[in-house]
C-alpha cells in the first residue's frame, strides 16, 4: 500500500504551492478586514448615540457652542440650537449638487446676523435644480424683519470630511461646501463656525424651500457588524476548503494507485522477485538430462524422433528387448562402434548410425 508520503506529495507540486501561497494571504487579508469593520461598527454606533442625544436635548443658544472664527466639535454635532437676527439676502448663496428625495439639486445657504453684528450661515433648505445645468432655480426669498431660528448645528464643510472637491470658476453665488472661512471672506461680518440647518423659525414664511431632513441614525453600525462576522466567518471557510481540496485529492490519488495496481513501497511486483517466485535471473527447474544419463537401451529405441514417455518402470521387458540389449554394438572396420548415443537439442537421446 502507498505510505503516508507518497499520498500527499502532490503538496509540493507547483499546482499546489500556488493555492498554499494564495490561502495564507487570504486569511491575514480576511482578518484585517474584519477588525476594519469591527471598528467601523464602534465608531458608528458611538456616533449614533451621541447624535441621537444631541437631537433629543433642549435648544440652546448657538453662541453657547461656537464663536465667530471658531469650529464645531463633534460632540456638539446636531445639537438644536436657537439664532435670533435678520436675513442677509444680498450675501444668499446657492450650494450645487445636493441630493433631496432622489433628485438633484441646491441648498439655499443665507446669513443671519445678529444683534452683536456677527453672522450666522443658515441653511434654508433645498430647491430643485433647473431645467438645465445653467439655469437658475426658482428660490423662495427669506423673511425681512428679524426672525428667530431653531435648527440643528453642524460643523463647516471640507473637502475630506464632505467627500465633495471643491473648484473654481462656478457661476456668480453659487458653491459646493459650505466652507464658513471661504464664505465669510467676503462679508463685511464675522461668522460663527458651522451653520444651521433650518427646522423652523419664527414667523413663519409664507413660501420656504424644502426643510432638509433630520439625520439618519440608522441601526448604529449594525450593518458593519455583521460584515465583521462575515469576513470572519470566510476565514474558517478558507481554511476548510483548503482542507478538503487536500483531503479529496489525497483520496482520489490513493484509489487510483490502488485501481491501477502499482506496488507500494516493500511489495513485488511484476519481474519481480518475491516469495515463492523465481526473479528473471533464477536457474530453470527443468533442467535437460545429460548424455551419461541416457540408458543404452533407449538409445537404441529412438532412431531420428522423440522419446515417448518411459513406462518401463510400470511394465517388465519383453526376451526379445532382453536379447537386444544384450547385444553388443557392432564395430566399424576401423574400430569405432557404429552406434553412438546423442542428445538432442530437447535433451532426448537419438540413434546416428554410420
Known amino acids: 500500500m502507498p505510505t503516508l508520503d507518497d499520498v500527499y506529495r502532490f503538496l509540493l507540486t507547483p ?19 474584519g477588525q476594519w469593520q469591527f471598528g467601523r461598527f464602534e465608531e458608528r454606533s458611538t456616533s449614533s448615540h451621541q447624535i441621537t442625544g444631541n437631537l433629543a436635548a433642549a435648544p440652546v443658544a448657538v453662541e453657547e457652542l461656537t464663536s465667530p472664527g471658531g469650529t464645531v466639535s463633534t460632540q456638539d454635532k446636531y445639537r438644536t440650537v436657537l439664532a435670533k437676527g435678520t436675513y442677509d ?17 441646491f441648498y439655499v445657504l443665507t446669513p443671519l446676523v445678529t444683534a452683536d453684528g456677527t453672522g450666522v450661515l443658515v441653511n434654508r433648505g433645498w430647491v430643485r435644480a433647473g431645467s438645465t445645468a445653467d439655469a437658475l432655480p426658482e428660490v423662495p426669498a427669506p423673511s425681512s424683519g428679524e426672525v428667530t431660528v431653531t435648527g440643528r448645528l453642524r460643523p463647516t464643510e471640507t473637502e475630506e470630511t464632505s467627500g465633495i472637491r471643491d473648484r473654481a470658476g462656478l457661476p456668480v453665488g453659487q458653491v459646493l461646501l459650505i466652507n464658513t472661512e471661504a464664505i465669510g471672506r467676503g462679508l463685511p461680518y464675522r461668522l460663527l463656525g458651522g451653520y444651521v440647518d433650518l427646522i423652523e423659525q419664527s414667523p413663519a414664511a409664507a413660501v420656504a424651500p424644502a426643510p432638509v431632513p433630520a439625520p439618519d441614525v440608522g441601526e448604529g453600525g449594525g450593518l458593519n457588524l455583521a460584515y465583521g462576522v462575515q469576513w470572519w466567518l470566510f476565514i474558517g471557510v478558507a481554511i476548510g476548503g483548503w482542507v478538503l481540496l487536500i483531503r479529496r485529492e489525497a483520496a482520489d490519488l490513493k484509489t487510483a494507485a490502488t485501481a ?8 513485488p511486483g511484476d519481474g519481480e522477485p518475491g516469495d515463492g517466485e523465481p526473479g528473471p535471473d533464477a536457474p530453470s527447474r527443468s533442467a535437460a538430462p545429460s548424455v551419461s544419463s541416457v540408458s543404452p537401451g533407449s538409445s537404441g529405441r529412438s532412431s531420428g524422433r522423440s522419446s515417448a514417455p518411459d513406462d518401463s518402470s510400470d511394465e517388465p521387458s519383453s526376451p526379445d528387448d532382453s536379447a537386444e540389449s544384450a547385444e ?9 562402434s557404429t552406434e553412438s548415443a546423442v542428445s538432442s537439442p530437447s535433451g532426448e537421446s537419438a540413434d546416428l548410425r554410420a
Open 328 to 336: 553388443p554394438a557392432a564395430s566399424s572396420p576401423s574400430g569405432e
Open 89 to 105: 439676502a444680498g450675501a444668499q448663496l446657492l450650494v450645487r449638487r445636493r441630493v433631496q428625495d432622489k433628485a438633484v439639486g
Open 260 to 267: 491501477s495496481g502499482e506496488p507500494g513501497p516493500g511489495e
Open 15 to 33: 499546482r499546489w504551492l500556488a493555492l498554499h501561497v494564495v490561502v495564507l494571504l487570504v486569511i491575514p487579508a480576511f482578518v484585517l478586514l
